[in-house]
């Protein structure tokens, strides 16, 4: 069966800090990957998404993150986090042939000033 | 605003009532998910209709558990005879798939938080 791990399940950062959030996933075929984002009071958000192509993906507010395939990862990463990226994070995924998504715990980052 | 609408957004029922909630997707969205949130879990899916169809019900999903989308527009989700372990919040989401895919962005609505006393 898909599931999807996150490992980081609470992140303390001062600003400017870098960030990476680890994601793995585990399905051998073909998988979308997504990381959402709830800021406090708010509803999930994209982040950014991987369907194919290249394996390095830019979303919005600077965040990027990375397939790598062998590895079954989809980390998330920003160089240099803001008050404002304070929230939790998601990893998903879904595989070819089923539109459901499958998330990960989540990862509650605080941006400390 | 034109992103997914819930109603209610909170929910106080006492244990054994039944209780409906309603998801308006976004405008032409064919494709419908709801999925129930925990604390300290991530979503975790329910069901999806594609227009009127439901296409995937989750294990999970008990016979108390029921879902529809008659016009293909607005769902509902109703829970019978509910339960203390039947609390969480309960989101809706909505996608297009463009043509060739068979998946694509989920945008989500801003949760029923259901609350069983």
């Known amino acids: 069966a898909q599931s999807v791990s996150q490992h980081n399940h609470h992140v303390i950062l001062s600003e400017a800090a870098s960030l990476e959030l680890g994601c793995n996933y585990s399905?051998?075929?073909?998988?979308?990957l997504f990381w959402y984002v709830q800021y406090p009071g708010q509803h999930l958000q994209l982040l950014l998404k991987y369907f194919s192509g290249d394996p390095l993906v830019k979303g919005i507010k600077g965040f990027e993150a990375e397939f790598i395939k062998s590895k079954f990862s989809f980390n998330l990463r920003k160089p240099s986090v803001q008050w404002s990226d304070t929230a939790e994070y998601f990893c998903?995924?879904?595989?070819?042939?089923?539109?459901?998504?499958?998330f990960g715990t989540g990862t509650r980052l605080q941006v400390f000033p | 605003d034109t992103g997914v609408s819930q109603d209610p957004r909170h929910k106080i029922t006492k244990r054994g009532q039944n209780v409906t909630f309603r998801c308006d997707p976004i405008s032409e969205h064919n494709r419908l998910y709801w999925y129930r949130q925990t604390l300290g879990q991530g979503p975790e899916f329910l069901t999806y209709f594609q227009n009127e169809a439901q296409l995937e019900k989750s294990r999970l999903l008990s016979d108390r558990f029921s879902a529809e989308r008659p016009k293909g527009s607005f769902s509902t989700l109703e829970i019978q005879r509910t339960e203390q372990g039947d609390s969480a919040m309960y989101l809706c989401a909505s996608s297009l798939p463009r043509s060739g895919r068979t998946t694509d962005t989920q945008y989500f609505g801003p949760g029923t938080r259901l609350t069983v006393l």
């Open positions: 399905y051998g075929g073909t998988v979308n």
């Open positions: 998903a995924s879904s595989s070819y042939n089923t539109d459901k998504l499958i």
